[in-house]
C-alpha cells in the first residue's frame, strides 16, 4: 500500500549523472603524476622526494591558508591544489633549495589562481606561474643541474637542497663531479644550446639525462598520460596538436638547416616538452574547449617552443609557450565558436546586428 | 542485425541503458482505479473545455471536453461511470488545474461502447486532420504536442518524408520497443495515415540499434508484404541520447538540420513517435478517442516492473497499490530520468505525455548529491550538447544573471532541455536547471503587462 504520508524528494532533471567528479579527475591526475615522482626519486634520490614534498605541502597550506583567510570552506579536498603543487616541484632541477620551492608553491596558489577567484577563475597554469616567479627570483638556483643517478643519493641530498631561507645555496661542483661517467650535470638543451654536444634520443626516451624532477623520462610521462586519456580526464588533442606542431616545427628548421638545428625527435623527448605537453598544456581551465580552438592552442604552443628553443637566448621554450597559449586561450575560444545546430555556416567574427550597423552610419 | 556503423547525430552522451528490467515484458493492463482525473490540459496548446457536468454518466470513448482551438485536443472518459465534479487538482508540476474527476462504476469493462466509422481512403488530408484531432492525439513520447497539428501541413510548405521515431534514447523506458514487436500492424498503418495527411513520398522508422530484435522484425514483415503505397523503409540509428529528439534524428536520417527557431516542415520532413502512430491506426478508424497509453512503470524502487496499459486518468497511487512500492523508494520521476519530471504527490494523474513512472531509491538520489565545484573549462559539455550550444560559458553567464545575453548571443533558446549537459558536468553544476529559469525569466520579461 502507498503510503499516504509519504515524502518524496524533488529534484530538477537530469535525474542520472555520470559518476566522475572535479575531485576525482584531480585526484587522478595526482594518481598519474605518481609514477613520475617515484622514478625522479628514484633518478635523483633524497632531494626529489624532499623537493616534491616541499612543493606539494606548500601549495596545499596556501590553498588552506587563503580559503580560511577569506572564511570560505577550505577547498583542499578538491585536491588541485596538491596536483599544482607536484607539477611545480617536477618542473624544478632536482638539486633546488626547498625554502625556494615553498615560495613558488606559494606564489603558484597565491598569485597564479587565489587572486583570481581560485579553482576554475585562473588564466595561467598556477604551477608556471610560480616557476616563472622563481626563474626571475632565482635565475642560478633554477639552472644548476645536477647528473642523474649520483652514486649515495638515497642517503645524503644534494648540498644546495637544505639551504636556509634568504641564503646563498652550498655550490654542487664537488657533488656533480661523483657523477658517474655518461653523465653530467647539464640538460641535453643546453649542451646542445652551449656547447652544441647532441644527446642520444634513446637516453632522452627514457630518461637517463639531467634535467628537471619530473622531466626527463618521456615514455613514462607519455604512459601516465595515456592513463588519463583513455580515462577521458585528459584531452588527448592537446598532446597530439603540441607534440605535432613542434615535430612539424622542428622538422622543417631541421630540414632547411642542414645540421644546424637538431632533428625533431630530439625536440619532442628532451627538456620539459613532455610533462608540459601532457600534464600542464592539458590543464582544463587554461585550455580552450571548443573542438578547434585546442588544436589551435595546441600548435601555437609547440611552435612558440620551437622558435624559443632554436632562435631565443634560452635553451628551453615550454613554460613560456604554455602561460602564453593560456594567455590567448579566451581569444581562441570566442573566435571558434561551434557552428549550432541549424545555423547558418559561420562567419569568423561575429556579424553586425542591422542595429549596430544603423548605429555606425 | 545491428549495422556496423549506424547514422547517427553529432555529439550526445551514451548513458547507462537500465532496459533490461522490463524490456522482455509484454504489454499488461492495469484495471480502473476508483477515482480516474482526467486533466483538461494534458497536452500542448489550449485547455480543452469540458461538455459534462457533475453528476453526468459518462461512457467509455465519449467525448467529455472539446478542443479550444486548433492547437488543442479533445478528452475523452476513460471509464464508464458518473462525473463525481470538475474541480482543481494537482498536476505533475505542483500546479493545480482543472480536471473532470470520474468514478468508475464498479461493474465497468474494457469494451470502448463509444464508436463511429471512417474511411481514411476516401478522406482528404484537411479531412484527416480533422479525425485525428477528434481522437484526442498527441506525440506519446513525452511532448504531447497536438498530433494533428504536426500533420497539417503549413500553406506553401511541403513534406517529403515522414519519420516514425522509435529511438526511445531515454534510458529505463521500453513502451515503444514492446509495441513496436506487439503491434507492428497498427504502426504500419499509422505511417499509412501519416503519408497521406502530409503526401509524404516515403517514410522512415528509425530504431536505435540497441533494439535488434525490433529491427529484424519489423524488416522482415516488410519483406514479406511490402506496402502498397509510399515505400517504408526501417533505419537503425546509434544508441546515443538524444538520438529521438525530432531534429536530431531528422540530422540522423536525412542529413538535414532545422533551421534554428524552425520547424521539421522547413526541411520537409515530419517527425512521429511510433506509439503515437500505431495507437492513431487503432483509434481513428473507429472514431475512437484516446483514453488509455503504454507506460514502463520501473525503477529500483519499483516491485513489478513492467510495461502497463494504464486508463488516463489514474492516479499514482492507485498505480503503485497494483505494482508495489519498495520501502527505500524516494523518488518519483514522469518520464525517463534524462527528461522526466520529478513528482511530489502520489495523487498526480497520469496523463497523455507520461511515457514512464520510474521509482528511484536513496542509493541513486544521494548519488547526485555531489558537491557543486566551479566550473573547470573541461569542455565536456560542450562535447555533449546535441545543439552545439557553450553550456559552460552559458552557465558562467546565469550565475552572473545575464540572461538576456544568453538568448542574443549565445542561442538560449535552441537549447531543448535534453540535460546532456549536466549529465557530463564533472563539477555537478546543474546547467539544465540555470538555462531552464533563463528562459522562464526572459519569457516573463517579454510577456505583455
Known amino acids: ?361 | 542485425m545491428i549495422q556496423r556503423s549506424a547514422k547517427t547525430f553529432g555529439r550526445g552522451v551514451h548513458p547507462p541503458e537500465h532496459k533490461d528490467a522490463t524490456k522482455n515484458l509484454a504489454v499488461k493492463r492495469l484495471g480502473f482505479a476508483p477515482e480516474l482525473v482526467v486533466p483538461l490540459q494534458q497536452h500542448l496548446g489550449a485547455p480543452a473545455r469540458p461538455v459534462v457536468r457533475k453528476g453526468q454518466e459518462v461512457v467509455r470513448g465519449e467525448p467529455i471536453a472539446v478542443p479550444a482551438g486548433f492547437v488543442s485536443v479533445p478528452m475523452h472518459a476513460p471509464a464508464t461511470g458518473v462525473v463525481v465534479k470538475i474541480d482543481k487538482v494537482v498536476m505533475a508540476t505542483g500546479n493545480l488545474a482543472p480536471a473532470i474527476i470520474i468514478k468508475p462504476y464498479p461493474g465497468s469493462s474494457q469494451e470502448v461502447l463509444y464508436t463511429g466509422e471512417a474511411d481514411i481512403d476516401a478522406m482528404t488530408p484537411d479531412q484527416i486532420v480533422a479525425a485525428v484531432q477528434d481522437t484526442g492525439m498527441v506525440g506519446l513520447g513525452g511532448a504531447a504536442f497536438p498530433t494533428h497539428v504536426k500533420m497539417a501541413v503549413p500553406q506553401g510548405k511541403s513534406v517529403d518524408t515522414v519519420i516514425a521515431n522509435g529511438c526511445e534514447c531515454e534510458p529505463f523506458l521500453t513502451t515503444d520497443h514492446r509495441l513496436m514487436l506487439e503491434q507492428h500492424e497498427n504502426l504500419f498503418r499509422g505511417i499509412a495515415i501519416a503519408l497521406k495527411a502530409t503526401g509524404a513520398r516515403e517514410a522512415i522508422i528509425g530504431i536505435e540499434d540497441n533494439k535488434p530484435d525490433v529491427i529484424d522484425a519489423l524488416r522482415a514483415r516488410l519483406n514479406n508484404a511490402p506496402s502498397a503505397g509510399a515505400p517504408i523503409r526501417v533505419e537503425p540509428v546509434k544508441t546515443r541520447y538524444p538520438q529521438g529528439a525530432e531534429k536530431m534524428l531528422i540530422k540522423a536520417l536525412m542529413r538535414r538540420e532545422v533551421p534554428s527557431g524552425g520547424l521539421p516542415v522547413d526541411v520537409h520532413a515530419a517527425v512521429f513517435n511510433v506509439a503515437t502512430l500505431a495507437q492513431l491506426a487503432e483509434l481513428m478508424p473507429r472514431r475512437r478517442g484516446l483514453i488509455e497509453r503504454i507506460v514502463t512503470i520501473t525503477g529500483p524502487g519499483v516491485q513489478k516492473p513492467g510495461n502497463y496499459l494504464v486508463p488516463l486518468g489514474t492516479p499514482l497511487r492507485y498505480i503503485f497499490d497494483q505494482v508495489g512500492l519498495s520501502g527505500g523508494a524516494r523518488q518519483i520521476i514522469l518520464g525517463g530520468p534524462m527528461m522526466g519530471l520529478s513528482v511530489a504527490s502520489l495523487d498526480v494523474p497520469v496523463t497523455k505525455g507520461v511515457s514512464g513512472i520510474l521509482v528511484l531509491t536513496e542509493e541513486e538520489t544521494t548519488a547526485r548529491l555531489n558537491k557543486i565545484y566551479p566550473c573547470i573549462k573541461c569542455g565536456q559539455c560542450l562535447e555533449a550538447c546535441p545543439a552545439a550550444l557553450n553550456p559552460s560559458l552559458m552557465g558562467d553567464m546565469a550565475r552572473r544573471r545575464e540572461y538576456k545575453r544568453m538568448e542574443e548571443q549565445y542561442h538560449l533558446n535552441d537549447c531543448f532541455e535534453c540535460a546532456c549537459c549536466a549529465y557530463v558536468c564533472p563539477s555537478n553544476i546543474p546547467l539544465v536547471q540555470y538555462f531552464r529559469v533563463a528562459k522562464a525569466l526572459n519569457r516573463e520579461k517579454k510577456a505583455p503587462r
Open chain 1, 1 to 361: 500500500m502507498a503510503d499516504q504520508q509519504r515524502i518524496f524528494e524533488l529534484y530538477s532533471s537530469p535525474h542520472l549523472k555520470r559518476p566522475v567528479s572535479t575531485d576525482i579527475i584531480m585526484r587522478n591526475v595526482v594518481l598519474a603524476l605518481l609514477p613520475v615522482v617515484v622514478f625522479s626519486i628514484y633518478q635523483f634520490g633524497l632531494s626529489a622526494l624532499l623537493l616534491v614534498f616541499a612543493g606539494t605541502a606548500a601549495c596545499v597550506a596556501t590553498e588552506h591558508a587563503i580559503t580560511r583567510l577569506s572564511r570560505r570552506d577550505t577547498t583542499v579536498g578538491d585536491w588541485s591544489a596538491a596536483v599544482t603543487g607536484l607539477l611545480l616541484a617536477l618542473t624544478l632541477p632536482p638539486g633546488f633549495p626547498l625554502w625556494m620551492a615553498a615560495v613558488g608553491g606559494f606564489v603558484s596558489i597565491a598569485l597564479g589562481k587565489a587572486v583570481f577567484g581560485g579553482l576554475g577563475l585562473n588564466i595561467f597554469n598556477p604551477a608556471l606561474v610560480g616557476r616563472a616567479f622563481l626563474q626571475a627570483t632565482f635565475p642560478v638556483a633554477i639552472t644548476t643541474w645536477t647528473p642523474a643517478f649520483i652514486p649515495g643519493r638515497f642517503i645524503e641530498t644534494i648540498p644546495s637542497t637544505l639551504a636556509a631561507p634568504f641564503t646563498k645555496p652550498a655550490p654542487v661542483a664537488d657533488y656533480v663531479a661523483r657523477a658517474v661517467d655518461g653523465f653530467t650535470g647539464a640538460t641535453p638543451l643546453a649542451l646542445l644550446k652551449f656547447q652544441h654536444v647532441d644527446t642520444d634520443n634513446l637516453r632522452l626516451f627514457f630518461g637517463m639525462t639531467a634535467g628537471s624532477a619530473g622531466e626527463t623520462a618521456a615514455l613514462l610521462i607519455l604512459l601516465c598520460g595515456a592513463y588519463l586519456a583513455i580515462r577521458r580526464m585528459l584531452d588527448w588533442r592537446i598532446v597530439a596538436a603540441v607534440l605535432g606542431s613542434v615535430f612539424i616545427f622542428s622538422g622543417v628548421f631541421y630540414v632547411a638547416g642542414h645540421g644546424k638545428y637538431p632533428d625533431p625527435f630530439f625536440m619532442l623527448f628532451s627538456g620539459g616538452l613532455m610533462l608540459g605537453a601532457v600534464f600542464m598544456a592539458t590543464d582544463m581551465v587554461t585550455s580552450p574547449t571548443t573542438p578547434l580552438g585546442i588544436w589551435i592552442y595546441g600548435a601555437l604552443i609547440g611552435a612558440v617552443t620551437v622558435i624559443i628553443r632554436l632562435k631565443g637566448g634560452l635553451p628551453e621554450g615550454v613554460m613560456y609557450a604554455i602561460l602564453l597559449g593560456n594567455g590567448v586561450a579566451p581569444l581562441i575560444d570566442a573566435l571558434t565558436q561551434p557552428r549550432i545546430y541549424g545555423a547558418p555556416r559561420k562567419r569568423l567574427l561575429p556579424q553586425k546586428t542591422a542595429k549596430e550597423t544603423e548605429a555606425n552610419k
